[in-house]
């Protein structure tokens, strides 16, 4: 399958920084990118949705001013948490779709810790 | 909106069958994903359906019936490495390939 690349897979940051990651597609160009959040023992909630040169879609619930969502080009998305909080500490997973994919691959995830 | 069940925790015997069922009520409807998930890891892909019956893949087996809203996953000769988290995600028709998951089945394989 096509591969996506996550960066980094985990950090570890302060209260009130803010922690930007990378979501690449390596070998498709990714039209649609979908980032998640993961808490312990639960299932993927999905936090928005980009598309290349577009605003994001936020789901319900998600603040767009925490969670930044910038999908500039066919092969990058990036999700800043700004000024995070130990609560915001989760395993955030991108998944990127090709315009012709039914199934949207994902990269590895980061685990973000926030003390 | 869109509803997705599936039980939470299941154990099977190394070796044996075991099905893993996952219900679902959307408003619009554009295949069904099956996919794997171990501790501290990414899912990975193991199965899309959009027409009814059913795909075999090698162990895996997944089921489809858009009348009833309804999937199984049936995974045969379990291995011990199949422990990990089974996920039901439906894709809805609204364009963006929008992906909704369940809250995944745990399963546990036992010797």
């Known amino acids: 399958g096509a591969v996506v690349s996550q960066h980094p897979s985990w950090v570890i940051c302060k209260s009130g920084t803010s922690v930007k990651i990378e979501c690449r597609s390596l070998?498709?160009?990714?039209?649609?990118m979908f980032w998640y959040r993961q808490f312990p023992k639960q299932s993927l909630m999905l936090m928005a949705t980009?598309?290349?040169?577009?605003?994001?879609?936020?789901e319900q619930g998600v603040e767009k001013d925490k969670f930044l969502i910038n999908h500039a080009s066919l092969t990058l998305s990036t999700l800043t948490v700004t000024s995070a909080h130990p609560e915001d500490s989760s395993f955030y997973i991108c998944?990127?779709?090709?315009?012709?994919?039914?199934?949207?691959?994902f990269g590895q995830g980061t685990r973000l810790t926030v003390v | 909106g869109q509803n997705i069940d599936q039980p939470t925790e299941m154990t099977a015997t190394e070796g044996a069958i075991v099905q893993i069922n996952c219900t679902y009520q959307t408003s619009g409807f554009n295949g069904l994903f099956w996919y794997q998930q171990h501790a501290g890891e990414a899912p990975t892909f193991l199965s899309y359906?959009?027409?009814?019956g059913l795909e075999e893949k090698g162990r895996f087996s997944s089921f489809l019936s858009r009348s009833k809203g309804y999937s199984y996953l049936l995974l045969k000769e379990l291995q011990m490495k199949d422990s990990a988290s089974y996920l039901c995600?439906?894709?809805?028709?609204?364009?963006?390939?929008?992906?909704?998951f369940g809250t995944g089945t745990k399963l546990q394989v036992i010797p």
């Open positions: 359906n959009v027409l009814d």
């Open positions: 995600a439906v894709m809805n028709s609204g364009g963006y390939q929008k992906v909704t």
């Open positions: 980009s598309n290349e040169g577009s605003k994001a879609t936020y």
């Open positions: 998944s990127a779709a090709g315009k012709f994919n039914t199934e949207a691959f």
């Open positions: 070998d498709f160009q990714a039209t649609t």
